[in-house]
């Protein structure tokens, strides 16, 4: 009989039933040590959070801060990640086109609004600070966030920010290559439409690490069920 283990994030029945009989639990990690253990904030600069569009980005603050304050409270690290792009690349532009380039040249001057956290979220003067130049917070040579982590002896991530299926995917599946013990936290990141937010945290469930949602992730850092 196919087990029915269901997924505290909605992953599909017909992969949580193949994962589980694979490795013989749910979750690949079933405890953090919240000492050991980074929050990884993707791109919830100033500008992408205070766009008028953007207000449903804005409800994944609350969240963000819980975890944030609950690991700092539990001698854990908090990291926010921010992509200025100064200067488009020849690439970068012809992805997105001319217009979008000039927009995030333009916010990525001397304290620019993709330079800086969003003034809703819980930054403190301890935690580490990183821009990266791509998609990724830890492709080689494109960002310094591996180093910074590995200054405070960090082995586990919780990814949370924007975009799921571009740069949350992007580092999260790079740390994996990089041996930390990765969890995507499912409804602390905001993804596209068209189901690219939920086939992004099967695949990485299914492949390459963790997904739960934030109150399962507060309840490991503070060790209750």
């Not at 009989?21 to 040590?33: N, Y």
């Not at 990640?81 to 380039?101: C, D, H, L, Q, W």
């Amino acid at each position: 009989m196919e087990n029915q283990t269901p997924h505290p994030s909605g992953i599909p029945q017909i992969i949580v039933n193949k994962v589980v009989k694979r490795r013989g639990r749910l979750h690949a990690f079933e405890e953090l040590d919240p000492a050991r253990t980074a929050l990884v904030v993707v791109d919830l600069d100033s500008r992408t959070m205070e766009h008028p569009d953007n207000g449903s980005m804005r409800l994944l603050a609350p969240k963000v801060n819980a975890i944030a304050d609950s690991l700092r409270a539990s001698n854990g690290v908090v990291a926010w990640v921010t992509t200025p792009v100064r200067k488009a690349s020849e690439n970068f532009t012809a992805i997105y086109g001319r217009t979008f380039a000039k927009m995030h040249e333009d916010a990525s001057g001397e304290n620019g609004a993709t330079t800086t956290v969003w003034s809703g979220l819980h930054v403190d003067p301890d935690d580490i600070f990183a821009e990266k130049e791509g998609a990724s917070a830890f492709f080689p040579g494109r960002c310094d966030l591996h180093e910074k982590l590995q200054e405070r002896g960090i082995q586990s991530l919780l990814i949370m920010g924007m975009v799921t299926n571009v740069c949350c995917e992007s580092t999260a599946r790079d740390a994996t290559e990089l041996d930390y013990q990765v969890t995507m936290i499912s409804d602390g990141m905001w993804g596209h439409k068209q189901g690219q937010h939920e086939a992004t945290l099967a695949t990485f469930f299914r492949n390459f690490g963790d997904v739960r949602p934030t109150d399962d992730v507060l309840k490991l850092i503070n060790h209750t069920n």
